[in-house]
């Protein structure tokens, strides 16, 4: 019987491909993956730049350096507006997002098609309870 491969090959290989395919799509709308990610969660309505910041951070998108530079740039090129510490999508920033979004939603569709959901149920289950983990592992080493 041949050797079993380690699962970080597998979580490995779709978290590059995934990004891949999402790469794609946010290039020629002259997005990076972290403005991206901040569109994305403005996507739900405006939010407190602290927060923003925070879950760009705790999602090991960038540094809170970076996260904050990333913010600001979207101010600058007028796709968010940031009013009394809360920040919102602009309408550019909207009208640049929302095309990407749907087709990144049909990706992520024709992906999932068929696949049956007690398995996906138990997909997130795993790979929450890995990621936790490697947190805890994470904030030890820092202490």
Not at 30 to 40: M, R
Not at 115 to 134: E, G, H, N, Q, Y
Request: charged fraction near 25%.
């Amino acid at each position: 019987m041949p050797p079993t491969s380690p699962l970080t090959r597998y979580v490995g290989r779709a978290e590059r491909t995934l990004q891949a395919l999402l790469e794609r799509q946010i290039e020629p709308a002259g997005l990076s993956f972290p403005e991206w990610t901040i569109l994305t969660f403005l996507g739900g309505g405006t939010l407190p730049r602290a927060y923003v910041i925070a879950l760009v951070t705790s999602g090991r998108i960038a540094t809170k350096e970076d996260a904050e530079l990333v913010l600001d740039g979207l101010v600058e090129k007028g796709m968010v507006a940031i009013d009394a510490e809360n920040v919102e999508m602009t309408e550019l920033g909207s009208r640049v997002y929302s095309p990407v979004r749907q087709k990144v939603d049909e990706i992520v569709q024709r992906l999932l098609d068929g696949l049956p959901a007690a398995d996906m149920d138990v997909t997130r289950r795993t790979l929450d309870a890995i990621a936790a983990r490697a947190e805890k592992l994470l904030s030890q080493a820092a202490a």
